[in-house]
């Protein structure tokens, strides 16, 4: 009778200081969007790396977009779970750092390779690309240059997302914005006719691309490298505009709200690590901002010239209104 009840009183023992442990192991929750998050995206090798080196739990919590990502915090406010917002880009940090939601990160990041430079005391940027209309070269031999020969081009068909929603939806207002300006609203009834769809997201809308729905997609110049890696075909390529392309780079920040502030930053110290940014050219099909080598398909993509891109504060004051033309030029106002 004795006996077991000392090897009871053993095993309680040696196992408390486990579970304590356990329960102290801290969790990093991230907002993001669902692509970054995916199996194929680039979560899953961040998160594997990133454990490694900080005795917590990293948890990647999917939005159908960033945009929904920002919102979601918006919605929370300070009583989110959430530590870190992950993929923002240029087109949100200023309506993000108008919210007051988030926190200096303290990281260096002159170090960082970033067309047009960065400075930021709140967001950090983990990669970057330009927006670009993708074409089958197969089907569409002699693609537009410019917006004026999309506008005249005769029967060409194109799906593009909705700018409410998704980001290259709101970087191609923000394009066609920093491109022509007061002219704007007339570039985008020139387009209108050749809209095929606006889709909520990027997935829906290159999916239905790949379906032959449309001559074009809005997408990225880098995308083309995708197929060429991953599937080993060349069919598919960016069209050069004319007029240069915009910029978008994505950004992650800490709340302001989170408990775990000292990890969020060594998170975001990791995420523009040569080790975490080597995932980033062939799971997130990005440029890195960190030295370091890219799949061989990244070789004779379009070089943007110039490359577009609006402050950040104007970009907040008038995107609305941006979108607003360009909603009622799309509905034939």
Known sequence: MFRPLVLAALL??????????????????VYTYDAFAADWGPGPGLKQGFEKTCACTLDFVAADSSIGALRRVQLEGRTTRADIVLGLDTAL????????????????????????????????????????????????????????????????????????????????VLWIEAAYGDKAPSVWSGLAPH?????????????????????????????????????QNDRYAAAAFDEGHYLQVEIAGILQSSPHKDLAGKFLAYLVSPEAQALIPHTNWMYPVADGPVPDGFAGLVAPDPVLLLPDAEVAAHSGDWIAEALDALAGK
Not at 209 to 222: H, I, P, Q, R
Request: proline share 9%; no cysteine; glycine share 8%.
């Open 93 to 172: 940090a200023g309506t993000a750092e108008a919210t007051g939601l988030f926190a200096p990160h303290g990281i260096d990041t002159t170090a960082l390779k970033v067309p047009n430079g960065w400075s930021s005391p709140d967001f950090v940027p983990f990669d970057y690309g330009y927006f670009a209309f993708v074409y089958d070269k197969t089907k569409l031999a002699d693609p537009p240059h410019s917006f004026k020969d999309l506008a005249g081009a005769d029967g060409l068909t194109i799906v593009i997302e909705d700018p409410r929603s998704a980001t290259p939806g709101l970087g191609l």
């Open 195 to 231: 809209v095929v769809t606006v889709t909520p997201d990027w997935s829906s809308a290159y999916d239905l691309f790949l379906k032959g729905e449309a001559d074009m997609v809005l997408s990225y110049t880098t995308s083309p490298a995708y197929h060429l890696v991953e599937e």
């Open 12 to 29: 309680a023992f040696a196992v408390a200081p486990v579970a304590a442990s356990a329960a102290d192991k801290p969790t990093l929750t």
